[in-house]
Antibody, heavy 120, light 108 residues
Framework: EEQLVESGGGLVQPGGSLRLSCVAS????????MNWVRQAPGKGLEWISY?????????YVADSVKGRFNISRDNAQNSVFLQMNDLRVEDTALYYC????????????WGQGTLVTVSS | SYVLTQPPSVSVAPGQTARITCGGV??????VHWYQQRPGQAPAVVVF???DRPSGIPERVSGSNSGNTATLTISGVDAGDEAAYYC???????????FGGGTKLTVL
Protein backbone atom coordinates (compact mmCIF):
# COMPACT_ATOMS: atom_id res chain seq x y z
CA GLU A 1 0.00 0.00 0.00
CA GLU A 2 1.30 3.42 -0.95
CA GLN A 3 1.61 5.63 2.12
CA LEU A 4 3.05 8.91 3.31
CA VAL A 5 3.63 9.56 7.02
CA GLU A 6 4.54 12.99 8.34
CA SER A 7 6.22 13.72 11.66
CA GLY A 8 8.07 16.47 13.48
CA GLY A 9 5.23 18.81 14.32
CA GLY A 10 4.75 20.33 17.75
CA LEU A 11 4.54 23.51 19.79
CA VAL A 12 7.20 26.14 19.12
CA GLN A 13 7.60 29.76 20.13
CA PRO A 14 7.56 32.57 17.57
CA GLY A 15 10.98 32.90 15.96
CA GLY A 16 11.76 29.24 16.56
CA SER A 17 12.50 26.42 14.15
CA LEU A 18 11.12 22.98 13.35
CA ARG A 19 12.03 20.27 10.85
CA LEU A 20 9.20 18.22 9.42
CA SER A 21 9.74 14.80 7.88
CA CYS A 22 7.64 12.74 5.51
CA VAL A 23 8.46 9.07 4.93
CA ALA A 24 7.09 7.25 1.90
CA SER A 25 6.40 3.54 1.59
CA UNK A 26 4.89 1.28 -1.05
CA UNK A 27 6.13 3.41 -3.94
CA UNK A 28 9.36 4.26 -5.76
CA UNK A 29 10.17 7.41 -3.82
CA UNK A 30 12.98 8.66 -6.03
CA UNK A 31 10.51 8.90 -8.94
CA UNK A 32 8.15 11.12 -6.98
CA UNK A 33 7.88 14.88 -7.19
CA MET A 34 7.08 15.94 -3.62
CA ASN A 35 5.19 18.83 -2.10
CA TRP A 36 4.21 20.33 1.22
CA VAL A 37 0.70 21.76 1.66
CA ARG A 38 -0.64 23.29 4.85
CA GLN A 39 -4.03 24.05 6.35
CA ALA A 40 -4.52 26.50 9.18
CA PRO A 41 -7.19 25.49 11.73
CA GLY A 42 -10.63 25.92 10.17
CA LYS A 43 -9.14 27.40 7.01
CA GLY A 44 -8.38 26.34 3.44
CA LEU A 45 -5.46 24.63 1.77
CA GLU A 46 -2.22 26.45 0.93
CA TRP A 47 0.58 25.01 -1.20
CA ILE A 48 3.97 25.66 0.40
CA SER A 49 6.80 24.03 -1.54
CA TYR A 50 7.79 21.56 -4.28
CA UNK A 51 10.93 19.52 -4.96
CA UNK A 52 11.63 17.61 -8.15
CA UNK A 53 12.15 13.88 -8.48
CA UNK A 54 15.38 11.90 -8.51
CA UNK A 55 18.22 14.22 -7.61
CA UNK A 56 16.89 17.16 -9.56
CA UNK A 57 17.39 20.41 -7.79
CA UNK A 58 14.20 22.06 -9.01
CA UNK A 59 12.55 23.70 -6.02
CA TYR A 60 9.58 26.03 -5.85
CA VAL A 61 8.54 27.91 -2.71
CA ALA A 62 5.41 29.93 -1.95
CA ASP A 63 5.95 33.62 -1.39
CA SER A 64 4.45 33.38 2.11
CA VAL A 65 7.36 31.25 3.34
CA LYS A 66 10.18 32.16 0.96
CA GLY A 67 13.42 32.79 2.80
CA ARG A 68 12.18 30.98 5.92
CA PHE A 69 11.24 27.45 4.79
CA ASN A 70 13.50 25.03 2.91
CA ILE A 71 12.48 21.76 1.27
CA SER A 72 14.91 18.88 0.76
CA ARG A 73 14.85 15.14 0.14
CA ASP A 74 16.86 12.02 0.90
CA ASN A 75 16.00 9.25 -1.53
CA ALA A 76 17.98 6.69 0.48
CA GLN A 77 15.64 7.35 3.41
CA ASN A 78 12.52 7.64 1.20
CA SER A 79 12.00 10.99 2.87
CA VAL A 80 11.23 14.62 2.15
CA PHE A 81 11.83 17.33 4.72
CA LEU A 82 10.66 20.85 5.45
CA GLN A 83 13.01 23.00 7.51
CA MET A 84 10.99 25.84 8.98
CA ASN A 85 12.83 28.82 10.46
CA ASP A 86 11.70 32.11 11.96
CA LEU A 87 8.26 30.67 12.62
CA ARG A 88 5.31 33.01 13.02
CA VAL A 89 1.92 32.61 14.68
CA GLU A 90 0.36 32.54 11.22
CA ASP A 91 2.40 29.41 10.36
CA THR A 92 0.22 27.43 12.75
CA ALA A 93 -1.31 24.71 10.61
CA LEU A 94 -1.60 21.03 9.77
CA TYR A 95 1.22 20.29 7.34
CA TYR A 96 0.67 17.63 4.69
CA CYS A 97 3.17 16.12 2.31
CA UNK A 98 1.84 15.01 -1.06
CA UNK A 99 3.09 13.47 -4.27
CA UNK A 100 2.49 15.00 -7.67
CA UNK A 101 0.78 12.65 -10.15
CA UNK A 102 3.40 11.82 -12.76
CA UNK A 103 2.84 13.83 -15.92
CA UNK A 104 0.19 16.01 -14.31
CA UNK A 105 0.02 19.05 -12.05
CA UNK A 106 -2.18 17.82 -9.23
CA UNK A 107 -1.43 16.31 -5.83
CA UNK A 108 -2.11 12.61 -5.79
CA UNK A 109 -1.16 10.78 -2.60
CA TRP A 110 -1.43 12.67 0.69
CA GLY A 111 -0.27 11.92 4.21
CA GLN A 112 -2.46 12.54 7.25
CA GLY A 113 -0.49 15.62 8.28
CA THR A 114 1.53 16.82 11.25
CA LEU A 115 0.35 19.75 13.38
CA VAL A 116 2.58 22.76 13.94
CA THR A 117 1.54 25.26 16.59
CA VAL A 118 3.42 28.53 16.91
CA SER A 119 2.58 30.26 20.16
CA SER A 120 4.23 31.96 23.10
CA SER B 1 -0.24 36.19 -8.05
CA TYR B 2 -3.10 34.19 -9.49
CA VAL B 3 -6.31 34.17 -7.47
CA LEU B 4 -9.10 31.58 -7.43
CA THR B 5 -12.49 32.53 -6.01
CA GLN B 6 -15.02 30.03 -4.66
CA PRO B 7 -18.31 30.63 -2.84
CA PRO B 8 -17.89 29.84 0.87
CA SER B 9 -20.93 27.62 0.96
CA VAL B 10 -23.43 25.79 -1.23
CA SER B 11 -26.56 24.05 0.06
CA VAL B 12 -28.72 21.55 -1.81
CA ALA B 13 -31.47 19.11 -0.97
CA PRO B 14 -30.83 15.37 -1.28
CA GLY B 15 -31.18 14.15 -4.83
CA GLN B 16 -30.64 17.57 -6.33
CA THR B 17 -27.62 18.87 -8.23
CA ALA B 18 -24.84 20.87 -6.59
CA ARG B 19 -22.72 23.21 -8.64
CA ILE B 20 -19.56 24.65 -7.13
CA THR B 21 -17.77 27.35 -9.06
CA CYS B 22 -14.13 28.41 -9.15
CA GLY B 23 -13.42 31.78 -10.73
CA GLY B 24 -10.11 33.01 -12.10
CA VAL B 25 -8.85 35.23 -14.89
CA UNK B 26 -8.86 33.12 -18.06
CA UNK B 27 -9.07 29.97 -15.97
CA UNK B 28 -10.33 28.23 -19.10
CA UNK B 29 -6.74 28.22 -20.36
CA UNK B 30 -5.55 26.27 -17.32
CA UNK B 31 -6.09 22.72 -16.09
CA VAL B 32 -8.33 22.72 -13.01
CA HIS B 33 -8.38 20.00 -10.38
CA TRP B 34 -10.98 19.48 -7.65
CA TYR B 35 -10.54 18.04 -4.17
CA GLN B 36 -13.02 16.77 -1.62
CA GLN B 37 -12.06 17.05 2.05
CA ARG B 38 -14.20 15.49 4.75
CA PRO B 39 -13.69 16.62 8.37
CA GLY B 40 -10.58 15.13 9.89
CA GLN B 41 -9.36 13.69 6.60
CA ALA B 42 -6.76 14.62 4.02
CA PRO B 43 -8.02 16.01 0.72
CA ALA B 44 -8.71 13.59 -2.12
CA VAL B 45 -8.93 14.45 -5.82
CA VAL B 46 -12.36 13.95 -7.38
CA VAL B 47 -11.74 15.61 -10.76
CA PHE B 48 -8.45 16.36 -12.53
CA UNK B 49 -7.61 18.16 -15.75
CA UNK B 50 -10.98 19.96 -15.80
CA UNK B 51 -13.20 16.93 -16.29
CA ASP B 52 -11.39 13.61 -15.78
CA ARG B 53 -12.32 11.39 -12.87
CA PRO B 54 -9.92 9.16 -10.92
CA SER B 55 -10.91 5.54 -10.64
CA GLY B 56 -13.58 5.07 -8.01
CA ILE B 57 -15.23 8.45 -8.50
CA PRO B 58 -18.80 8.01 -9.82
CA GLU B 59 -20.05 9.52 -13.06
CA ARG B 60 -22.43 11.79 -11.16
CA VAL B 61 -19.36 13.87 -10.31
CA SER B 62 -18.23 15.97 -13.25
CA GLY B 63 -16.24 19.07 -14.09
CA SER B 64 -16.14 21.75 -16.74
CA ASN B 65 -13.97 24.76 -17.43
CA SER B 66 -14.42 27.71 -19.77
CA GLY B 67 -13.72 31.40 -19.84
CA ASN B 68 -13.29 32.69 -16.31
CA THR B 69 -15.14 29.93 -14.47
CA ALA B 70 -14.58 26.26 -13.72
CA THR B 71 -17.46 24.25 -12.27
CA LEU B 72 -17.69 21.06 -10.24
CA THR B 73 -21.08 19.43 -10.62
CA ILE B 74 -22.40 16.71 -8.32
CA SER B 75 -25.75 15.25 -9.32
CA GLY B 76 -28.00 13.16 -7.11
CA VAL B 77 -26.39 14.60 -3.99
CA ASP B 78 -26.58 12.58 -0.77
CA ALA B 79 -25.34 13.03 2.78
CA GLY B 80 -22.05 11.39 1.87
CA ASP B 81 -21.21 14.32 -0.37
CA GLU B 82 -21.15 16.77 2.53
CA ALA B 83 -17.59 18.06 2.58
CA ALA B 84 -15.37 20.97 1.68
CA TYR B 85 -14.37 21.22 -1.96
CA TYR B 86 -11.30 22.99 -3.28
CA CYS B 87 -10.20 23.86 -6.79
CA UNK B 88 -6.51 23.86 -7.70
CA UNK B 89 -4.48 25.14 -10.63
CA UNK B 90 -0.81 25.35 -11.48
CA UNK B 91 0.18 28.89 -12.38
CA UNK B 92 2.76 28.62 -15.15
CA UNK B 93 3.85 32.25 -14.79
CA UNK B 94 5.09 31.72 -11.23
CA UNK B 95 5.54 27.91 -11.06
CA UNK B 96 3.28 27.99 -8.02
CA UNK B 97 0.19 25.98 -7.22
CA UNK B 98 -2.91 27.91 -6.20
CA PHE B 99 -5.94 26.65 -4.27
CA GLY B 100 -9.32 28.27 -4.20
CA GLY B 101 -10.61 29.27 -0.78
CA GLY B 102 -12.87 26.23 -0.55
CA THR B 103 -16.62 25.66 -0.61
CA LYS B 104 -18.54 23.89 2.14
CA LEU B 105 -21.25 21.72 0.60
CA THR B 106 -24.22 21.16 2.89
CA VAL B 107 -26.90 18.60 2.12
CA LEU B 108 -30.14 19.89 3.61
Amino acid sequence: EEQLVESGGGLVQPGGSLRLSCVASGLTFSDQEMNWVRQAPGKGLEWISYIGSFSRTTIYVADSVKGRFNISRDNAQNSVFLQMNDLRVEDTALYYCATLREGYHFFDLWGQGTLVTVSS
Amino acid sequence: SYVLTQPPSVSVAPGQTARITCGGVNIGTKSVHWYQQRPGQAPAVVVFDDSDRPSGIPERVSGSNSGNTATLTISGVDAGDEAAYYCLVWDTTTDHWVFGGGTKLTVL
